[in-house]
Nanobody, 125 residues
């Protein structure tokens, strides 16, 4: 069992930065792949990125590649999403997710077994 709690969301102007954190419970965090997703009002949930359990493998959506960076600190049971050059279209609720199995297709399809409650990110123009 893994419980996930996101934090770090808020209101930021276009062009600004935010760093989201996702704290995980449990002693097996280091064996889980982690993902970030987002959902804007009236839209389907969207894959943002994922990171393997060692932090070596990462995948990103084309819409955020070069602007967002996923990292993890297994000693702190935390995964991060650094978001730079934010745009109004990045406005959404951001969710982190965990799963012991990672492949790129699974990650992009959102096939994660554990999900957090989400944190709101609002980017003003």
């Amino acid at each position: 069992q893994v419980q996930l709690v996101e934090s770090g969301g808020g209101l930021v102007q276009a062009g600004g930065s935010l760093r989201l954190s996702c704290a995980a419970s449990g002693r097996t965090f280091s064996s889980y792949a982690m993902g970030w997703f987002r959902q804007a009002p009236g839209k389907e949930r969207e894959f943002v990125g994922a990171i393997g359990w060692r932090g070596v493998i990462t995948y990103y959506a084309d819409s955020v590649k070069g602007r967002f960076t996923i990292s993890r600190d297994n000693a702190k049971n935390t995964v991060y999403l650094q978001m730079n050059s934010l745009k109004p279209e990045d406005t959404a609720v951001y969710y982190c997710a965990a799963d012991p199995r990672l492949t790129e297709p699974r990650a992009r399809r959102g096939q994660f077994g554990y999900w957090g409650q989400g944190t709101q990110v609002t980017v003003s123009s």
